[in-house]
C-alpha cells in the first residue's frame, strides 16, 4: 500500500473490514479527514463472513430489531456503492426455511400471524423435490447476500486513491492521548475509533465491554449439479454463489477463537449438506475457511466514545449481522460525530459505565 503523508487527521480508524471501511467511508463522505489503518498480518472476520443478509432468525424466527430501517440503508448504501465502483456487490435471493422439529413449526405457526412479520415470511411448502423437508419449509423475504470481498477490495482501492489508508500494525503502547487529541507515530487525529473486530476485547479502554465472540468455519463446494436460485437455511445454510459454486456454513465454537480451520467442521458441514439435500450432489472442496464473529453478550453492537477518554471511540460488535448492520450504524455514528446526532441507546457503550 502507498504510504500517505503524515498530515493530521480528523480520525484515524484501526481495522479495515467491514466495520472499519463503511464508517471510513461514510466519514469522508461528510468531509471529515480520515486515515483507515489496517494491519495486513491480521485476519479479517469480514473476509470470511458470507455477507448472509436475513431480517429473520433464529429457531424462534426473531424479527431483527428496526428492520426497516436497516434494510432500507443497507440497501441504498450497497447500491450506492455498486454505481461508484461499476460493481455488483449485493444479490438478492430468496430463502428456502426448512422446518426441522415441532418448536419450529409452532413459531412459524405464531409468526405469521403477526402482521410485523408479513413482510418477511412466505408461504408454507409440505416439500421440495431437492431438499430434505420432511416436516416442511416456507420461504423468506428480503434475503440474499453481499459479496464482502469485492466491496473491501473496491472500499480499499478507492481508499488508497484518496491518500487515505496505510497499512500498519497498531501497537496500544504506541498511542498517546494527548488534550487535542491523539498521537500515534508521527501522525496527530483529533479522534481515533477502533474497528478491531473480536480483538477488540483486548483493548485497554474497552476491554471492559463484554464481548461474546464465536469462531465460525464455512466451506465452499464447486459441483456440476445445477444449484437452485435460492439460499436455503436448514439450521446450517447453503448460498449460491452461482449455478454450479456454493458456499456452507456455519459452525460455531465459543471456546477455541483462532482463524485455524479444522477437520472437525469441515466433517460436521459436509454431513449437514447430505442432510439437507434429498440427492447430495457430486461436489469438490474449493476452500474451507474460519473466522471469529465479534459478537457481544446483549447482542446489540458496541459504539461511542471512552468515558474517561472521549479521543477513542469504537464502532464494533455486530456479530454475525455485519452486512445489514453496519451501514445503518455506520451512518449513525458519523452523524453523531459530524453532527452530534444522539447514538441508540441500545448501542452505546454508556450502557456499561454504571
Not at 452523524?335 to 441508540?344: C, E, Q, S, W, Y
Request: glycine fraction near 6%; proline fraction near 6%.
Amino acid at each position: 500500500m502507498n504510504q500517505p503523508n503524515k498530515l493530521s487527521h480528523d480520525i484515524l480508524i484501526v481495522g479495515s473490514g467491514l466495520a472499519g471501511s463503511s464508517l471510513a467511508y461514510r466519514l469522508m463522505q461528510s468531509g471529515k479527514r480520515v486515515l483507515l489503518i489496517a494491519d495486513p498480518d491480521t485476519p479479517s472476520a469480514s473476509r470470511v463472513a458470507a455477507g448472509l443478509i436475513n431480517p429473520v432468525t433464529g429457531q424462534r424466527l426473531v424479527l431483527q430489531n428496526n428492520i426497516e430501517a436497516l434494510l432500507a440503508t443497507a440497501l441504498s448504501f450497497y447500491h450506492q456503492l455498486e454505481e461508484l465502483f461499476d460493481q455488483k456487490l449485493l444479490h438478492s435471493r430468496e430463502m428456502l426455511r426448512v422446518i426441522r422439529n415441532e418448536k419450529e413449526a409452532k413459531a412459524w405457526k405464531k409468526r405469521k400471524e403477526d402482521p410485523a412479520y408479513k413482510p418477511y415470511l412466505g408461504d408454507f411448502k409440505e416439500s421440495n423435490s431437492d431438499i430434505n423437508a420432511p416436516a416442511g419449509l416456507f420461504s423468506q423475504h428480503h434475503t440474499g447476500f453481499l459479496d464482502t470481498n469485492r466491496l473491501l477490495d473496491s472500499l480499499h482501492r478507492h481508499f488508497l486513491e484518496q491518500q487515505a489508508m496505510q497499512a500498519a500494525k497498531v501497537h496500544y503502547n504506541d498511542i498517546s492521548v494527548t488534550p487535542d487529541g491523539v498521537q500515534w507515530q508521527d501522525i496527530h487525529a483529533k479522534q481515533m475509533i477502533f474497528c478491531e473486530g473480536w480483538r477488540g476485547s483486548n483493548n485497554p479502554w474497552f476491554n471492559h465491554l463484554p464481548f461474546q465472540p464465536a469462531k465460525g468455519e464455512i466451506v465452499t463446494f464447486y459441483t456440476d449439479f445445477r444449484l437452485p436460485e435460492h439460499i436455503i437455511n436448514a439450521g446450517n445454510w447453503i448460498i449460491p454463489i452461482d449455478q454450479h459454486t456454493f458456499k456452507l456454513g456455519a459452525t460455531y465454537d465459543w471456546n477455541v477463537l483462532d482463524e485455524s480451520v479444522t477437520d472437525d467442521a469441515k466433517e460436521k458441514l459436509m454431513q449437514a449438506m447430505n442432510q439437507i439435500f434429498v440427492d447430495p450432489p457430486k461436489s469438490r472442496l474449493i476452500e474451507q475457511s474460519a473466522g471469529v464473529r465479534p459478537g457481544s453478550r446483549d447482542k446489540e453492537p458496541f459504539i461511542g466514545f471512552h468515558h474517561e477518554h472521549p479521543q477513542l471511540g469504537i464502532f464494533n460488535g455486530f456479530g454475525s449481522k455485519g452486512s445489514l448492520l453496519t451501514p445503518w450504524y455506520s451512518e449513525v455514528f458519523a452523524r453523531h460525530i459530524t453532527h452530534g446526532d444522539a447514538l441508540p441507546a441500545s448501542a452505546n457503550i454508556t450502557r456499561f459505565n454504571g
